[in-house]
């Protein structure tokens, strides 16, 4: 225990010395959530600008313009009623436009008795393989019903009942927050333990620890410490930003802790695995980033896994990280300890497999 205590404190130093290492442990994480955390922190659905281009000017259409601007899914905008409409459209770059033509009130009035020959139509332009044109055309469907409503003095017969399924009201950073510190998770002790290995045996110092009483076992489980107490600093930082800026509800529990020192484990051991086949710094680096930047897209890191196709959710399964990201949503944010307790014990397995595959495979002999 002496050995890996002083190997901790001896390696903590080292470390530190790094400007480039602490700022990827601490600062980067903290970078990242202010920044998608600014970019997504509305938990409204962002409203799409829509051009209304209004060439009857009669209350009738005005009230339509004033009715879509009541929602809440677009943000009115004003085109000038004399201009090309199309041509306005391309000269401005705009995404969606909605045109309400001349005589729209007397085609709206003939209507209410010759309902048969008659329709007051209103025109939508733009992108359709845009998002912001579906929600536009939303809800100018959605005013354009209740209109007919009005108009035929009825009302609607089937509605929508809701009810919440969470126990509190969740915020984008409270999903989000999980997945960087299982970011962080992975590839401060990863990155690390890669480049250490790479720099250990181009300077031979594998050779030297091989001569003194320090196993590869009390080595790495002193590397493992280290990353521990780091990612727990790092983590308390992004815990501290994310309540302070976002009002984050999320909570680190128990198992979220256990997930933590798991995944450190985890990711450490996988390190060394992979030291056991770099030669030189820069093989390293190019196989931990071959490994890690594909495992932190599609373990759920920043997007969510759900969302994905499904073989790429087949792959995404059987990623060590999916299970850390997975398991600390569940018990941070949603209180799901059954699920995230799951979680734990496959990353315990896969940790466990890494330790026993990196202790074993990795010489401190070999040249």
């Not at 790094?18 to 601490?26: H, K, N, P, Y």
């Not at 969606?96 to 001349?102: D, F, M, S």
Request: glycine share 8%; aromatic share 12%.
């Amino acid at each position: 225990m002496k050995r890996i205590l002083a190997d901790v404190t001896a390696f903590g130093r080292q470390y530190l010395r790094s400007r480039v290492g602490t700022f990827f442990a601490l600062a980067f994480p903290v970078i990242l959530i202010l920044l998608f955390g600014s970019i997504f922190s509305q938990s409204a659905t962002p409203q799409v600008p829509l051009y209304v281009q209004d060439k009857d000017g009669t209350p009738t259409s005005q009230a339509f313009v004033l009715a879509l601007n009541k929602t809440t899914l677009i943000a009115y905008r004003a085109m000038p009623p004399d201009v090309d409409f199309v041509g306005y459209i391309h000269d401005h770059s705009i995404n969606v436009a909605l045109q309400i033509p001349l005589g729209f009130q007397d085609d709206v009035n003939r209507s209410r008795t010759d309902r048969n020959t008659t329709t007051a139509n209103v025109t939508l332009a733009g992108d359709q393989s845009q998002s912001s044109y579906g929600i536009a055309a939303s809800a100018v469907g959605a005013v354009a019903t209740e209109f007919n409503f009005r108009l035929a003095n009825a009302g609607p017969v089937i509605g929508i009942k809701t009810i919440p399924v969470s126990v509190r009201q969740l915020k984008y950073i409270d999903l989000f927050l999980p997945g960087i510190i299982g970011f962080t998770v992975l590839t401060t002790p990863m990155f690390g333990m890669t480049s250490i290995c790479a720099e250990y045996r181009t300077r031979r110092f594998f050779k030297l620890l091989a001569t003194t009483k320090l196993s590869k076992a009390e080595w790495l489980a002193a590397k493992v410490g280290f990353y521990v107490l780091l990612l727990f600093l790092s983590v308390a930082i992004m815990m501290l930003v994310g309540v302070v800026v976002f009002g984050m509800q999320a909570t680190l529990t128990p198992l979220a802790v256990l997930l933590i020192i798991a995944g450190t484990f985890e990711f450490t051991s996988l390190g060394m695995v992979l030291g056991i086949f770099v030669r030189d710094p820069g093989t390293g680096e190019a196989l931990a980033n071959a490994i890690g930047f594909p495992m932190m897209f599609l373990a759920g890191s920043f997007f969510p896994i759900d969302a994905m196709p499904s073989f790429l959710q087949t792959i995404a399964r059987g990623l060590p990280l999916t299970y850390i990201n997975e398991g600390l949503r569940a018990s941070m944010v949603f209180g799901n300890e059954g699920t995230a307790l799951t979680y734990l014990l496959v990353t315990l397995g896969f940790a466990v497999v890494f330790f026993v595959v990196g202790t074993r495979g990795l010489s401190w002999k070999s040249k």
